[in-house]
């Protein structure tokens, strides 16, 4: 069985920092293109970034550029979303998705938490 | 960015009776591969989301054929031909092509 499970997601003051972690099994975890995706209140689902089979390829959404950063690790089944400056409005439940090709989400974690407050 | 956009943004549906979302495009979703990268998600309460169609009109593994999804270009529809109960949630439509952007999402609930 495929599974995905997220980690990491908790309180954090604005300007702060959280790295979520996803650990993966069930799939050759290498041959898959990776991405996150965030539910907020206020914006629906927005996907938040990408990364490629080897790690070299990496796409954001423009809110998040130059604050956060997408890594995998193969030996790990395992990818990454480091978020630094983190901001109110990213405040949301973030999701950690296989891309099978081009945007064809399967499966999907049960997602991390993440609330940006003072 | 490519913007999509869904209407209506909610539906309200009598079990048994047909349903239909439209999802729109600010640019086209064919890709240089001849494919079309749209998708369409369903979100039921407190789950998160899954695969319903892919690449327009494509089911899913375990996705019932009630489901259909049709369109190309810029103009794409889902509809489902007779709604049930575990139909209902939040369905997005989603693009592929460049980047990655989902629909507002359309609420169908029981009438």
């Known amino acids: ?97 296989r891309d099978i090709s081009f945007g064809r989400f399967d499966p999907w974690g049960q997602g991390t938490l993440v609330t940006v407050s003072s | 960015d490519i913007v999509m956009t869904q209407t209506p943004l909610s539906l309200s549906v009598t079990p048994g009776q047909p349903a239909s979302i439209s999802c729109k495009s600010s640019e086209s979703l064919l890709h240089t591969d001849g494919k079309t990268y749209l998708h369409w998600y369903l979100q039921r309460p407190g789950q998160p989301p899954q695969l319903l169609i892919y690449e327009v009109s494509s089911r899913f593994s375990g996705v019932p054929d009630r489901f259909s999804g049709s369109g190309s270009g810029t103009d794409f529809t889902l509809k489902i031909s007779r709604v049930e109960a575990e139909d209902f949630g939040v369905y997005y439509c989603m693009q592929g092509v460049r980047l990655k952007t989902f629909g507002q999402g359309t609420k169908v609930e029981i009438k």
């Open chain 1, 1 to 97: 069985e495929v599974q995905l499970v997220e980690s990491g997601g908790d309180l954090v003051q604005p300007g702060g920092s959280l790295k979520l972690s996803c650990v993966t099994s069930g799939f050759i975890f290498s041959s898959y293109w990776m991405t996150w995706v965030r539910q907020t209140p206020g914006k629906g689902l927005e996907w938040v970034a990408n990364l490629d089979t080897d790690g070299r390829q990496k796409d954001y959404v423009d809110s998040v550029k130059g604050r956060f950063s997408i890594s995998r690790d193969n030996a790990k089944n395992s990818v990454f979303l480091q978020m630094n400056s983190l901001r109110a409005d990213d405040t949301g439940l973030y999701y950690c998705v």
